[in-house]
């Protein structure tokens, strides 16, 4: 062997090393934010909501904390694509339907963990806030279809959310999902306010005061 070649092979380990060393990094940095978020979710799901209003000054960046720290405000709201999908029923359906209302629009599916951590503070939010002003919309992408996402939503305990269905998995291309859960917060005129890679903790006084101002504004 000779002295370029082991200088060489030396090299290579070292770069093997130093890329082993960062994808650790990166998966722990990865895990515990995760979790950070889900903790933070935990401590605020038995905070007291009643009290809570909207913000004055409206949806800023100042509404991304706690566990919701991750939730992005758009500079500039993006138009959302009519996303066609079915209801638990068969029904066809289409994101127009909900015009007139502020949406979260929560994508998921049965194989996902975080999705099932988050379910039950989706399902809560839904019970105390849902009506004719806001919806959380939380919509299946899984390809095991309507039986497998009730049987989840049952599981979960989270029958409180309405069951919607897209067996194609087509509206994560439309609205360009990186993972799942995905939230997207939707306001009356159909515009996408912001959203949230990530479970979070739906039923908190962080994303109780974020819903109460899109329902605000008029």
């Known amino acids: 062997m000779t002295d370029d070649t082991k200088s060489f092979g030396k090299t290579g380990k070292m770069i093997a090393g130093v890329a082993v060393l960062?994808?650790?990094?990166?998966?722990?940095?990865?895990?515990?934010?995760?979790?950070?978020?889900i903790q933070d979710g935990e401590k605020t799901a038995v905070v007291e909501t009643g009290g809570i209003g909207a913000a004055p000054e409206g949806i800023t960046k100042a509404l991304s904390t706690g566990s919701l720290r991750a939730f992005l405000v758009h500079k500039m709201r993006k138009d959302m694509p009519n996303l066609v999908f079915k209801s638990g029923h068969?029904?066809?359906?289409?994101?127009?339907?909900?015009?007139?209302?502020?949406?979260?629009?929560?994508l998921w599916a049965t194989w996902c963990g975080p999705c099932r951590k988050e379910m039950p503070h989706l399902a809560e939010l839904q019970?105390?806030?849902?009506?004719?002003?806001?919806?959380?919309?939380?919509?299946?992408?899984?390809?095991?279809?309507?039986?497998?996402?009730?049987?989840?939503?049952?599981e979960a305990k989270s029958t409180a959310l309405n069951l919607y269905v897209d067996k194609t998995s087509k509206v994560l291309g439309q609205?360009?999902?990186?993972?799942?859960?995905?939230?997207?917060?939707?306001?009356?005129?159909?515009?996408?306010?912001?959203?949230?890679?990530?479970?979070?903790?739906?039923?908190?006084?962080?994303?109780?005061?974020?819903?109460?101002?899109?329902?605000?504004?008029?």
Not at 176 to 189: F, N, S
Not at 191 to 213: F, H
């Open 90 to 106: 068969g029904e066809d359906l289409t994101l127009d339907k909900w015009k007139g209302r502020v949406v979260l629009l929560n």
């Open 175 to 218: 609205v360009r999902a990186i993972g799942l859960p995905v939230t997207m917060l939707i306001d009356r005129k159909g515009k996408e306010i912001g959203r949230l890679l990530g479970p979070a903790a739906w039923n908190g006084s962080d994303a109780v005061r974020l819903i109460k101002t899109a329902i605000a504004e008029k």
């Open 22 to 37: 960062l994808a650790g990094a990166y998966a722990v940095y990865a895990i515990s934010d995760s979790k950070s978020n």
């Open 127 to 154: 019970e105390k806030y849902g009506g004719d002003d806001f919806e959380v919309v939380a919509l299946s992408v899984d390809r095991k279809g309507a039986e497998a996402s009730a049987r989840f939503l049952v």
